[in-house]
């Protein structure tokens, strides 16, 4: 049996366990024919919408076994069946519901699909998914089962990373999401141990949740699990909760209730909130409600950054962009709060977002069934950037998740051992926790490396300076090239643009860009310097000497093109700074047209390129030139007998050139 805090929205209740913030669409009852019927059934929507699910499911089924239906009588019972996360009765009953009618709203198009994962019917899920892409307009949800076509390809590329097992802690009933204490795990658990009021959930059938915890052993195995934390645990639901690292701070997710007062919203409902308490000796005093919980949303299942200034949590408050979001809020220095701030679309859609577990390596874990999964509840993971914001979502694939719900990930980064709750086939109870290892990191690796060296002798530069920034020109590191040329910025993002600037004395500064791979590997940058002056002799290209691009012209044409003219006025230049070097204009022509044609043509070129330079102030004097048509070509895009040629336009452009040669200096 599945007890999870839902988190689907239209009633703003939510139940804790494991499941989502849950908000109810409660539709107007069906008329049947028999009036003791319509009772039934009315009964049984009131069971519903007190969320006692396991009553209104036997109900429901009953009227159904007699033949009476209605959209909205299947509508519920799919939907009892799916936020109790039971996801192969839900995609029965779905199914019934598509059958009697696809008059429905696009929502159930998208909990079908998912319920029909569950079951591993992929092909009929898609085509639900497409479905609910037509019908939804511009939900997220939709956009990503687009955009991600080849999901199930890329979760099969991320799969075959964990061993899992059974973590030994768990009872017949639902025992769900954990934490790390010092050397202990708690958890959360509906089995009953005494101790405290033994009163049952009428929507699970099991006890309220509190806090268990276990000795972690050798490998990350757990010793026999005993009741934790006697003042935190509570007559309703208790769960999800972190711990700072010297173990004297707790924050966890309980019912509104404190001090004996239980809180409900405008309509009647008691949610869900934060709490925070602190060790006193060996017991847990303070339990206080964080300030930006209220009455009318629920906050839950908090999480905290490696440095403990951040807490993550899930909620449904204003702002939400779907069932259920994840955000996070500033802990500051003198023990207050900010403003909670969500944390996007990247992370956040218009589905259930929520169980987040954030890694000391600037990574965010989290279930999700917005993003594409396998069925359910998914666990998903996403790299934080220095600005907050998050590199694209990935499934992490296989064992790890399978068609039912998987959530609340939580890992030792250093012994890559860790544990994930999952209501997967083969199970102890409801929910059940596993242990798994870690046995190859999903993160793509890139590392940034590359050499400088002279452009014109290719010999390698010592003494470089290179800066890497990023896309924004943010400055992000700063090496000195070794005697060999070479630079290494280690590790950096994969699928990544970054700009590196290069800087040597006598050299021009060149700044280049680069976009790493997309998979994990090594990225190599060659750097080649210009000398800021260069010596030159006479018979070298000046062109060549100084950068200047080749003179180009149109075809069949002869006249100066703005381009053109650009790239002459860097030759105007260095002839005026050099009032005593003399060049030989050679002008050239691709091969079409006949070769008496093209001599002619290019001479006409080359006395065009001399009377602007002339124009312009030099004199005649210091200027030859001469025409070579098609005789010295660049490249085998010659036309000669035929005066036919295949090669693509740019290849004769290439021909189409002048060049400008020193003769006298």
């Known amino acids: 049996m599945k007890s999870k805090i839902h988190e689907h929205q239209k009633n703003n209740s939510i139940m804790v366990s494991k499941n989502r913030i849950i908000y109810l669409v409660v539709a107007c009852i069906a008329s049947m024919s028999m009036s003791g019927q319509k009772l039934k059934e009315a009964k049984a929507d009131q069971q519903y919408d007190k969320f006692a ?146 009163k049952r959930h009428s929507w699970t059938g099991e006890s309220f949740t509190n806090l268990y915890s276990a000795n972690i052993g050798d490998q990350g195995a757990l010793s026999e699990p005993g009741r934790f934390g006697a003042n935190l645990n509570s007559k309703f639901h208790e769960s999800t909760p972190v711990f700072t690292k010297d173990g004297k701070t707790v924050y966890f997710t309980r019912n509104n209730f404190l001090d004996g007062k239980k809180g409900k919203d405008a309509r009647k409902s008691t949610l869900l909130k934060l709490y925070k308490a602190t ?58 709060y900010g403003t909670p701030v969500n944390l996007g679309n990247t992370i956040n859609t218009e589905g259930r977002e929520t169980f987040p577990m954030v890694t000391n390596e600037d990574e965010i874990y989290f279930a999700s069934d917005g993003h594409p999964g396998l069925g359910g509840l998914d666990v998903f993971v996403a790299k934080e950037q220095a600005d907050g914001s998050f590199k694209k979502v990935e499934n992490v694939g296989e064992p790890l998740n399978s068609s039912k719900d998987d959530f609340a990930y939580l ?34 690796e890139q590392f940034l490396t590359g050499v400088v060296t002279d452009k014109e002798t290719g010999l390698p530069l010592s003494g470089a300076r290179v800066t890497l920034s990023d896309a924004n020109y943010k400055k992000l590191q700063e090496v000195i090239s070794d005697k060999d040329g070479k630079f290494d910025f280690g590790k950096v993002d994969c699928g990544t643009k970054y700009y590196i600037k290069t800087e040597k004395p006598e050299y021009n500064t060149l700044e280049t860009s680069t976009i790493t791979k997309e998979e994990s590997g090594k990225s190599f940058v060659p750097v080649e310097l210009e000398k800021a002056v260069k010596p030159v002799q006479p018979g070298d290209d000046l062109a060549k000497a100084f950068g200047i691009k080749i003179i180009y012209f149109d075809l069949d044409k002869s006249f100066i093109r703005p381009d053109a003219a650009v790239e002459l006025a860097k030759i105007l230049d260095v002839m ?90």
């Open 53 to 198: 699910y396991v009553d209104a499911i036997k109900t429901y089924e009953r009227i159904f076994a007699k033949g009476y239906k209605s959209q909205e009588m299947l509508q519920k019972l799919g939907d009892s069946y799916y936020f109790k996360a039971d996801l192969d009765n839900a995609a029965k009953w779905y199914g019934e519901l598509f059958a009697f009618t696809q008059d429905v709203e696009p929502e159930y198009y998208y909990r079908y699909a998912q319920s029909l994962k569950a079951i591993k019917d992929y092909k009929k899920a898609d085509e639900m998914l497409v479905k609910f892409n037509q019908k939804s307009g511009n939900d997220l949800r939709a956009k990503l089962a687009t955009a991600q076509k080849d999901y199930l390809a890329q979760i099969k590329k991320n799969s075959g990373r964990y061993t899992l097992e059974n973590a030994g802690i768990n009872s017949e009933y639902s025992d769900y999401g954990s934490a790390f204490s010092g050397t202990k795990v708690v958890f959360a658990s509906a089995r009953d141990t005494g101790g405290l009021s033994n």
């Open 411 to 444: 890992i030792n980064t250093s012994s890559r051992i860790g544990y994930v709750t999952s209501n997967r086939d083969g199970g102890q109870g409801g929910d059940d926790i596993y242990r798994f290892k870690e046995t190859k990191k999903l993160e793509c």
């Open 279 to 336: 060790l006193d000796g060996d017991k847990w005093s303070d339990v206080t409600e964080l300030p930006f919980n209220s009455n009318e949303y629920s906050v839950a299942h908090p999480a905290l950054s490696a440095d403990e200034k951040t807490l993550y949590f899930a909620s449904n408050m204003p702002g939400t962009l779907g069932q259920s979001d994840l955000f996070k809020v500033e802990i500051k220095s003198d023990g207050s």
């Open 576 to 665: 005026e700074q050099n009032p005593t070097m003399e060049i030989d204009v050679r002008s050239h022509t691709d091969c079409r047209q006949t070769a008496k044609y093209n001599m002619a043509l290019s001479g006409r070129r080359a006395k065009s390129t001399i009377a602007w330079l002339v124009e312009k102030g030099i004199a005649k004097s210091r200027l030859t030139g001469k025409g070579y048509g098609e005789s010295q070509l660049v490249n085998d895009c010659g036309c000669e007998p035929t005066n036919q040629s295949s090669c693509t336009e740019e290849q004769h452009q290439a021909n189409r050139r002048s060049e400008f040669i020193i003769t006298k200096l």
